[in-house]
Each structure stands twice: as C-alpha cells, then as structure tokens.
C-alpha cells in the first residue's frame, strides 16, 4: 500500500516552457508535503515544502500547488532550464520530517 | 560546515553476510535518518536516531539495527544478508525543533548483494 505516488516516470520539456510534477497521497494525516530533487551519484536535496494548511508556497521558479479533498499535489517549475533535469521526489510527513514517506520518483529533462 | 558523509561508498556482499555502514552527520545535528533506496524507487524509511535513542521505525525486520554515539553520527547493521537488501542506503541528519525540511542527505551507499 504506498501512501504516496508519483504516476508519471518521466517527463520531457523543453527549455523556457512550464514543467508541472505531480504527486498523490492517501493518508490525510500528513502535516508536510515536501520535494527533494536528486542528481545521479548525489543525496535527495531539498527543494520546497508545503504545509498541510496551505494551499500554495512559492519559492522563486518553484511553486508548489497542495490540493487536500482531491489528496493531489503539484510541482511548478518556470521556467524550465536544462540544469533542472534530475529525478524529482515528492515525500509527506508528520512534523518529524526525518520521518519521511517519498514517492518513487520522476525523471525530468529539459531540452535546450 | 561539513555536510552529511557516507562510507563506504560502494560495498558488496554475500547472502547470509552481516554489513555495517557508516555516517557522519552534519555538524551541529543530533538526529539521523536511515533510508534504503531500492533501483527505481523512492527512499523508504528505515529508523530514526535522536540521542543515541531509536525514535522511530518503518516497516523493515529486526536484522536491520542501528547504533548513534555521542558525536552523533551513526551506523547501520544488515544481518543475515538476502539478495532483495541490494540497494542504495541514504542517511539524513537534522537538528530536532528546526524547521520541517531542514533535512540534510548523504551520498548514499550502494549495496550489493549476491
């Protein structure tokens, strides 16, 4: 039973154009929605974070979008650029992030 | 600041083998987080250390055990080694009462097992 997923393996965008990542969870007991982003050979880094109160959190190109009756997330990535391409995980948690459930994944690449 | 260090880097093993990796967390941080990365899959929580105290475990069997020393960094143990423990192992620090993502990972080791 996995309580987050990421649907999409992959995705491909082109330079400049929107990226848009999405995640599903099903228990509504989490207090924290966060994305890491991983290059090959290197840890999960931390990108943004949601709290489960809100609805939107912008940090400079990246906004996360937090849907609680539909259990959905979304990742906004504007403008697009080639240094972005990475594998992009979506995790939830309580208030102990240390603790966290991840998804497995999606693979964004930017074209120039 | 050092950053959150992992060894050995790479490391491989026999079924029926015990394994231990190691971790150095990141200066000033007193919490490790264990995680085993599967190929093509996200991390899955293993256990929490904070002051050399498990606080906390995911869905994994008691032949996966940990230890934190007083420096705070930590260790994994793997007894009795199965194939399906084949995987990358990430450890996370963090300062407990920080904010929510102040969660820093390591490289990763990467297991194999035959």
């Known amino acids: 039973d996995q309580q987050v997923k990421q649907n999409s393996p992959s995705l491909s965008v082109q330079e400049g154009r929107i990226s848009i990542l999405n995640c599903d969870y099903t228990n509504s007991m989490f207090d924290y929605f966060l994305w890491y982003k991983k290059y090959p050979a290197e840890g999960p880094t931390f990108l943004i974070s949601i709290s489960s109160i809100k609805d939107k959190n912008e940090d400079g190109r990246f906004t996360v979008f937090l849907n609680k009756s539909a259990k959905h997330l979304s990742l906004h990535i504007v403008p697009s650029q080639p240094g972005d391409s990475a594998v992009y995980f979506c995790?939830?948690?309580?208030?102990?992030?240390?603790?966290?459930?991840f998804g497995d994944g999606t693979t964004l690449t930017v074209k120039p | 600041e050092t950053g959150v260090t992992q060894s050995p880097t790479h490391l491989i093993k026999t079924r029926g083998q015990q394994v231990t990796l190691r971790c150095s967390s990141q200066s000033g941080h007193n919490t490790v987080s264990w995680y085993q990365q599967a190929l093509g899959q996200g991390p899955q929580f293993i256990f929490q250390?904070?002051?050399?105290?498990?606080?906390g475990r995911g869905n994994f069997p008691p032949r996966f055990s940990g230890l934190q020393f007083p420096n705070y960094s930590s260790e994994l143990n793997v007894n009795a080694l199965e194939l399906d423990d084949s995987a990358l192992y990430l450890c996370a620090s963090s300062l407990a009462g920080l904010a929510v993502h102040e969660q820093y990972f390591g490289p990763g080791t990467r297991l194999t097992v035959t």
């Open positions: 250390y904070y002051r050399e105290e498990e606080n």
């Open positions: 995790a939830a948690s309580g208030t102990n992030a240390g603790k966290s459930t």
